[in-house]
């Protein structure tokens, strides 16, 4: 078993920033790939980052849209990962939420993650 706690979410002007945490416990075999997702109200859940834990480094995958501007991070100390969000735009408003899996073949496709997260809610206001 593994659970996910995201935090970190709130309001912020567009421009902004913001950082996600996803504190995770449990087996550890389970989350070696830990991923951001968002949904916004009447869309399809999407991939936003992931990054792949493994002992001779990581990969680290984002989606178009938050190139440049997001960043995806790890603290294994912690057992945290984090996203630091820059330069956020409205359509970046959604409920983020923290997966894990063992080694997704599509870091993207939330029907392959087994754990999540309550979510945090991002909005971002003009």
């Known amino acids: 078993q593994v659970q996910l706690v995201e935090s970190g979410g709130g309001s912020v002007q567009a421009g902004g920033s913001l950082r996600l945490s996803c504190a995770a416990s449990g087996d550890t075999y389970s989350r070696k790939c830990v991923a951001w997702f968002r949904q916004a109200p009447g869309k399809e859940r999407e991939g936003v980052a992931s990054?792949?834990?493994?002992?001779?480094?990581?990969?680290?995958y984002y989606a178009d849209s938050v190139k440049g501007r997001f960043t995806i991070s790890q603290d294994n100390a912690k057992n945290t990962v984090y996203l630091q969000m820059n330069s956020l735009k409205l359509e970046d408003t959604a409920m983020y939420y923290c997966?894990?899996?063992?080694?997704?073949?599509?870091?993207?496709?939330?029907?392959?993650?087994?754990?999540w997260g309550q979510g945090t809610q991002v909005t971002v206001s003009s």
């Open positions: 997966a894990a899996a063992p080694w997704p073949a599509r870091w993207y496709d939330p029907r392959l993650y087994n754990y």
């Open positions: 990054i792949y834990i493994d002992v001779g480094g990581s990969a680290i």
